[in-house]
């Protein structure tokens, strides 16, 4: 091959290997995969953190501490500005931001933030409000209902 030959077609498709077809393909008889145990049997694969035998990293490593991400509560979030794209007067609750498509769940808790402006009179219903988003909210003309949350005891 010469300088001026070379493309970038060159080497861009490999043929694929043909294993287990005879002794001079190289990969004939067990296929590259060697003789019985585990690894030769067809679908099965050891789990990625199966060690041989040495007792594994995730058990040799001190578990310390404690972790808060079991307990914290997470919100969906939703800002002043993105409410003023409803009517005038209409009562903003989690059905009606999710149909919306501001938020993916009406079952996730809503928090409502104070980012933006609002220029429409809305009812608001969330279950958390900023300090700034109440005060934005309730200075457009509107007012804010916050939904109680049962306790998980």
């Known amino acids: 091959m010469m300088s001026h030959e070379i493309t970038s077609l060159v080497g861009k498709h490999k043929p694929r290997r043909r294993i287990g077809r005879g002794p001079g393909s190289g990969l004939g008889k067990t296929c590259g995969k060697g003789h019985k ?8 694969l050891p ?3 199966k060690e ?7 058990r ?9 991400a079991n307990f914290a509560h997470r919100f969906a ?4 500005m993105q409410l003023d794209t409803f ?8 059905n009606l931001l999710c149909n919306a498509g501001l ?5 996730v808790p809503v928090k409502i933030l104070g980012n933006g402006e609002l ?3 809305l009812t608001v219903v969330a279950h958390k409000f900023s300090r700034s988003a109440q005060q934005k909210i309730t200075s457009a003309g509107g007012s804010t209902q916050i939904i109680e949350v049962n306790a998980k005891n």
């Open 37 to 44: 145990g585990q690894l030769s049997r067809a679908g099965s």
């Open 47 to 49: 789990p990625i953190t």
């Open 52 to 58: 041989g035998g040495q007792m594994p990293l995730f």
């Open 60 to 68: 040799r490593i001190p578990k310390r501490g404690f972790n808060n």
């Open 77 to 80: 979030i939703v800002n002043v």
């Open 87 to 94: 009517e005038e007067g209409s009562q903003v609750d989690p």
């Open 103 to 107: 938020i993916r769940s009406a079952k």
């Open 119 to 121: 220029n429409r009179k």
